[in-house]
């Protein structure tokens, strides 16, 4: 299959800091792929890069055959590259039809043909029973919902998460698991940033794994997480070493 997203050698400092280091890595088109990576890592960096939110300072950005770099967010948005926030920031005082209904505004000028995308999306994303509710009244579980929810009703190609499962209780990840896979299963490219394991080693097909701003493996999520440099770019330098004496990690 052809890659639907290729990033070839991506940069972007901020200030001193390198938040992006020469990062290159292709999406294939009908997968379901994560990237994951301590904090401050330079994930998010990378998503605003490929989605046009921020330029990067050297690199090139092809979507769908086409070099979208420095392209504006809203240009990717029509062609479907739809990305979700990690802080949520919702329209409060409107419902959460509403809210869902400017995502499917992208594609369809008529408010009944969006009112109706929208409801058919709550009901995907489980948010039915919550749709004549302010979006200021959902839980942060609803609140990420309808994140989701929102870039879901622009009919994305390629979809990014960026944390859709953070703040969420064991429960409530269990029941978004289902969701994603889904949404995926439905024919849309997900590549997902999470630092919720459970969810990464149940969906993933492929991991890549940004630390510092560099990519440091590939590969299943079974082998990135036994990797070495994996292990100490979480926990520190030695601590793969120490695992491995104590029969902890393989
Ligand atoms: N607009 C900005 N201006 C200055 N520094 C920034 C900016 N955006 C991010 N950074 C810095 O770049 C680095 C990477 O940040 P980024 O948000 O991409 O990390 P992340 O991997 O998404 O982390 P987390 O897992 O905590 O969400 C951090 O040191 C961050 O402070
Ligand atoms: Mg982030």
């Known amino acids: 299959m052809n890659a639907l997203l290729e ?13 992006v280091k020469d990062v290159s890595l292709n999406l294939k088109e009908g997968t379901l792929a994560a990237i994951i990576g301590p904090n401050g890592a330079g994930k ?23 070099d979208i770099t420095g392209h504006a967010p809203h240009l990717n948005a029509k062609r479907g590259m739809a990305r979700t926030f990690q802080i949520v ?53 609803g609140r990420k919902r309808l994140e989701l929810a929102r870039t879901l009703a622009t009919q994305p190609r390629l979809l990014l ?3 859709v499962l953070a703040g969420l209780n064991p ?27 459970q969810a990464v080693m149940n969906l993933a097909e492929h991991v890549w794994v940004l630390a510092e701003g560099q990519l440091i493996a590939e590969g299943s999520p079974q082998s990135v997480t036994q990797d070495a440099r994996v292990i100490e770019a979480y926990l520190g330098t030695g601590m793969a070493e120490k695992l491995k004496r104590e029969g902890v990690s393989s």
């Open 89 to 141: 920031q919702p329209f409060a005082a409107q419902t959460v039809l509403e809210n869902i209904a400017v995502g499917a505004h992208l594609h369809m000028a008529s408010r009944r043909a969006a009112l109706a995308k929208a409801e058919a999306i709550a009901e995907q994303v489980g948010l039915t029973s919550q749709i004549d509710k302010p979006a200021a009244a959902l839980t942060v579980a």
């Open 44 to 66: 998010t960096t990378l998503f605003a890069l490929m989605s046009g939110f921020i330029k990067p300072d050297t690199g090139r950005v092809t979507y769908a055959g086409k």
């Open 7 to 19: 990033i070839h050698n991506l940069s972007k400092t901020f200030g001193g800091l390198k938040a």
């Open 171 to 197: 429960q409530e990840i269990a029941e978004m698991i289902p969701v994603v896979r889904g949404i995926a299963n439905s024919g849309v490219t997900v590549l997902m940033i999470e630092h919720v394991m």
């Open 161 to 163: 998460l960026d944390e």
